[in-house]
Antibody, heavy 119, light 105 residues
Framework: EVQLVESGGGLVQPGGSLRLSCIASGFPFSTYAINWLRQAPGKGLEWVSYINKNSDNIYYADSVRGRFTISRDNAKNSLFLQMNSLRDEDTAVYYC????????????WGQGTLVTVSS | DIQMTQSPSTLPASVGDRVTITCRASQSISNSLAWYQQKPGKAPKLLISKASSLESGVPLRFSGSGSGTEFTLTISSLQPDDFATYYCQQYNTLISFGQGTRLEI
C-alpha cells in the first residue's frame, strides 16, 4: 500500500522555525517527484514546493521562496520541508504528495500535519 | 503564474441531480488539468487527470471535458457520497488550484 506520513507540525511563534518530515512507503520513493502543498483552515489548496527524484530540480511558490527549503533523502525514503521566518499566514495543514509514475498530477497525498503560527 | 477560476463556489444539489462545475485557466494549459474531491478532515483524492481521464476506481458518473482554457467536471447522478468539495488543478506550469466548489445538499 502506498503511504505518505507527515510529521513535525505544531505551534510556533511568528519568526520561528519548524522542520516537517514525510516518510514514504509502498513504492520506489527514489523514482518519484514529490510536492509539498498546504491548506489554511477553511480555505483552499495551495502548492508550496516541488522536488524531482534527483533533487536537481526544485521550485517554490512565491509566498515561501527564500524562507522554506525542500529536500529529500532517498536512502531513507524521506522528504523534508525546513520552514524559517514563519508568519501567521503560514498556518495550515501541510501535505506531502507524490506525482504519478509518469509525472504530474499528484496522485497520492499524506494525511497532513498542522502547522500553527501564533504568539 | 497561471490563475485558475472555478465556479460556482457553492452548488446546492440533491441526490440524483446532474451537476457541472467549471474551471477556467488564465492561459492555455492544453489538457494539463486534474480534478480532486476533498471531504472534511481528509486529503484530496484524484478523480480525473489529463482533463478527461478517469482514475482507476472512480465511478463512471464522474466525467471531465475541455482543453485550452475551459474545463468542466460533470457528475451525472449525484450520490450521497459525492457531497464534498471539488478542486481543479493545472499542472502545465508548476501547480495551481481553483478556489474550490462545495457541493451541498
Amino acid at each position: 500500500e502506498v503511504q505518505l506520513v507527515e510529521s513535525g507540525g505544531g505551534l510556533v511563534q511568528p519568526g520561528g522555525s519548524l522542520r516537517l518530515s514525510c516518510i514514504a512507503s509502498g513504492f520506489p520513493f527514489s523514482t518519484y517527484a514529490i510536492n509539498w502543498l498546504r491548506q489554511a483552515p477553511g480555505k483552499g489548496l495551495e502548492w508550496v514546493s516541488y522536488i524531482n527524484k534527483n533533487s536537481d530540480n526544485i521550485y517554490y511558490a512565491d509566498s515561501v521562496r527564500g524562507r522554506f527549503t525542500i529536500s529529500r533523502d532517498n536512502a531513507k525514503n524521506s522528504l523534508f520541508l525546513q520552514m524559517n521566518s514563519l508568519r501567521d499566514e503560514d498556518t495550515a495543514v501541510y501535505y506531502c504528495a507524490r506525482e504519478g509514475p509518469s509525472g504530474p498530477p499528484v496522485d497520492c497525498w499524506g494525511q497532513g500535519t498542522l502547522v500553527t503560527v501564533s504568539s | 503564474d497561471i490563475q485558475m477560476t472555478q465556479s460556482p463556489s457553492t452548488l446546492p444539489a440533491s441526490v440524483g441531480d446532474r451537476v457541472t462545475i467549471t474551471c477556467r485557466a488564465s492561459q492555455s494549459i492544453s489538457n494539463s488539468l486534474a480534478w480532486y474531491q476533498q471531504k472534511p478532515g481528509k486529503a484530496p483524492k484524484l478523480l480525473i487527470s489529463k482533463a478527461s481521464s478517469l482514475e482507476s476506481g472512480v465511478p463512471l458518473r464522474f466525467s471531465g471535458s475541455g482543453s485550452g482554457t475551459e474545463f468542466t467536471l460533470t457528475i451525472s447522478s449525484l450520490q450521497p457520497d459525492d457531497f464534498a468539495t471539488y478542486y481543479c488543478q493545472q499542472y502545465n506550469t508548476l501547480i495551481s488550484f481553483g478556489q474550490g466548489t462545495r457541493l451541498e445538499i
